[in-house]
């Protein structure tokens, strides 16, 4: 099992930046698909949880509005995309696998990606 994300890099604040997820080894369309993020000497944080047949969505109020997830079946790829994005949206993220619902936890995901850096300027 892969999950291999892409994507990050450096913008300045109210910039845009898409995210991508690319699934391999698992039947992707059984899987909802979260996406977290961790900055420097904080925890890993729950962003967002987008369902299996892509009609059922969960955000974090901070980036309610500003980030969407949407998701390719014919990719196997699910993508994050940040809008507005501000300094504090500065972190790795993390796109995640689960059979479950949106959980605000780590440990409810099953599968993981390497992870990869945003970094908003000001």
């Known amino acids: 099992v892969q999950l291999q994300a892409s994507g990050g890099g450096l913008v300045q604040a109210g910039g845009f930046l898409r995210l991508s997820c690319a699934a391999s080894?698992?039947?992707?369309?059984?899987?909802?698909m979260g996406w977290f993020r961790q900055a420097p000497g904080k925890e890993r944080e729950f962003v967002g949880w987008l369902s299996q047949s892509g009609g059922y969505t969960y955000y974090i109020d901070s980036v309610k509005g500003r980030f969407a997830i949407s998701r390719d079946a014919a990719k196997n790829t699910v993508y994050l995309h940040m809008y507005s994005l501000k300094p504090e949206d500065t972190a790795v993220y993390y796109c995640?696998?689960?059979?479950?619902?949106?959980?605000?936890?780590?440990?409810?995901?099953?599968?993981w990606g390497q992870g990869t850096l945003v970094t908003v300027s000001s």
């Open positions: 995640a696998a689960t059979t479950k619902g949106p959980s605000l936890s780590p440990s409810g995901y099953d599968y």
């Open positions: 080894g698992i039947t992707f369309s059984r899987y909802n």
